[in-house]
């Protein structure tokens, strides 16, 4: 079975260069000829930059904008100045129907609350979540919530657990993905009363059921892979992913300037120089991150703002896993069987 | 000026070497001879490891202990079981004026409350938190609290600003350390209330005042060293900071990997294992990493429990310089200072 999906991307706002949205774009067209893209961006710079993707040409539909959100822009203003924007024109068309979902590298905060107010959430789920593919010891996991949505609160925990766990088994092709709750330690008594009613609510819905909760896991088990899902609140995500990031990089600098002292650190660093980009390609965000904003009629999907080609590609690729496989669907199986297991 | 200060250490309940922890403590002796250390553990090992160590001999006293307190033990059963285990009777020395600090290897959580019950907070400080030193790009910043107190509190986060504040201008050398305030995003209208409650009382309070506020930061921010001293409650600071951890060890794990893929890359990654081990000695844990147990009438230091001999060392040296400075001295003026502040 293969479906022709058609996605929306908003092409202004960021750092991320035409050509790379372009390039990227082709490269997931080259692998897969189920694409549509509509995109959203200056027609006269889109023509120019995509005569030499031949194939791309063909699977595209250009919809000139000037207007785009700013990182600087807050929600209220652009509802009020910007509806023609890049972002609100490609958003709008997921929400009538003309898309499938819609791809961004502009401003996060925009992009939650735009797609909240117009693609709305799914039923069953009151708020959603931003997941993230997290590279680990022994392979990827999904983490989630990133930043949509800070309050702490088991509801949107059990929530996240749901939405998590549908992302896993669709892109790492496992039935039962299982599901860490992210705590300050793993005994029972660890960590603040919402986490320890949602560490209840999922033990509750792991007896006789799909769900497959661990426990608690702690922040270093992210990397150790411990579970396929880490569950954690959008405040404590978003500053412990940002905090890995920024440690990422500081171990490249630090790396970096080790091999700048010496001679034969020098030599050495030329002779590994592939295998740093390897390490480079898996840990980078520019290559390796998406945030995907779950638990909306449909997807949304925001790039690293300084992405490359093959972070393009990347997303491109799970956005289509993940409407081939039909994710909302799954969701709303876990949802529905969540109610009737709580209901028992 | 120089004082000498008595260190009490607890040796037992953890999988750090004795023979790293008697090798610390002399190496840190061969700098500055102002230490002596009451070493609580099983005087049969000390007797016959320190033989080496001819210079430690002279500068220790051994309590006999076999009991020691192990990782899964909780609070409840130590005060009724264990309080002849080592780390009990090393707190119990600082509360009886005996020793001037206490350093442990073991278990954290015993840790924080056994201090906080026997040591007891200064006046003026409600909470204690936990601090770190985290390499960044430009140098070091206190991050703070690491998991001592997981209620998210502006008051908490205020004390916590004073505490971190203390312990920079102190190990920085440094008049007004700035202070970042973690959050998701930098403008005013991010985060939660307790956050931005906080944020006009650190405004409020570097007007006319001592403290440098700079205002919020974000979790890679911490690694760009944007601020001095970066303050989050005990709960996100937990998570980010164990986050981080992985993430640095995932990247050292991909890298070797990486270098073990070719012929060309195995010969650079000899001639570069000089330039690795130097980055390995700046940000692993187990070298560069001890919990510094704040407000209380007394330090308590926590080391990483598999510690090797520089780790032991830099935390003795810490606390000699928090000691010489009279740190609490210097949390005791900004907590009056606040007051004044605050009531004007």
Redesign the interface.
């Known amino acids: 079975m293969t479906n022709r999906f058609t996605l929306s991307v908003d092409m202004l706002g960021s750092e991320t260069e035409t050509n790379d949205i372009l390039k990227g774009l082709n490269q997931s067209l080259l692998r897969n000829l189920n694409y549509k893209f509509q995109l959203y961006g200056s027609e006269k710079v889109i023509k120019k930059k995509i005569e030499k993707y031949k194939r791309l040409i063909n699977a595209v539909e250009i919809i000139d904008c000037d207007s785009f959100i700013t990182m600087e822009d807050?929600p209220s203003d652009i509802l009020k100045s910007k509806k023609n924007s890049s972002m609100y024109l490609a958003i709008k068309s997921v929400t009538e129907n003309k898309s499938n979902a819609v791809l961004s590298f502009g401003n996060t905060?925009a992009l939650m609350s735009l797609s909240l107010l117009n693609i709305k959430t799914l039923k069953g789920i009151k708020r959603p979540a931003i997941a993230s593919i997290w590279?680990?010891?022994k392979g990827e996991s999904v983490v989630l919530d990133l930043?949509a949505n800070?309050?702490l609160d088991s509801r949107y925990l059990v929530e996240n657990s749901i939405l998590g766990a549908s992302l896993a088994s669709i892109l790492f092709k496992i039935d039962n993905p299982s599901i860490g709750l992210?705590?300050?330690?793993i005994e029972d008594?660890k960590?603040?009363e919402e986490i320890k009613l949602a560490s209840d609510q999922l033990k509750e819905l792991s007896n006789n059921f799909r769900l497959n909760y661990y426990g608690y896991v702690?922040?270093?088990?992210?990397?150790?892979g411990k579970t396929n899902v880490v569950v954690?609140d959008?405040?404590?995500g978003?500053?412990?992913?940002?905090?890995?990031?920024?440690?990422?990089?500081?171990?490249?600098?630090?790396?970096e300037d080790?091999?700048k002292?010496?001679i034969?650190?020098k030599?050495?660093?030329?002779?590994?120089?592939?295998?740093?980009k390897?390490?480079r390609d898996?840990?980078d965000p520019r290559v390796h991150n998406c945030g995907i904003l779950m638990g909306l009629n449909s997807l949304a999907v925001k790039c690293h703002g300084q992405s490359e080609y093959k972070g393009v590609s990347y997303a491109v690729d799970i956005i289509y896993s993940l409407l081939e496989n039909n994710v909302n669907k799954k969701i709303r199986d876990y949802v529905s069987e969540m109610h009737s297991k709580l209901m028992n």
Not at 218 to 224: A, L, P, Q, R, T
Not at 267 to 276: E, Q, V, W
């Open positions: 807050k905060g590279p680990n010891m930043g800070t309050k992210l705590n300050v330690g008594n960590g603040k702690e922040g270093n088990d992210i990397s150790v954690t959008g405040f404590t978003n500053i412990s992913l940002k905090t890995a990031e920024g440690t990422a990089k500081l171990f490249q600098s630090h790396l080790a091999f002292s010496s034969s650190s030599m050495g660093y030329f002779l590994s120089s592939l295998a740093m390897s390490v898996r840990l």
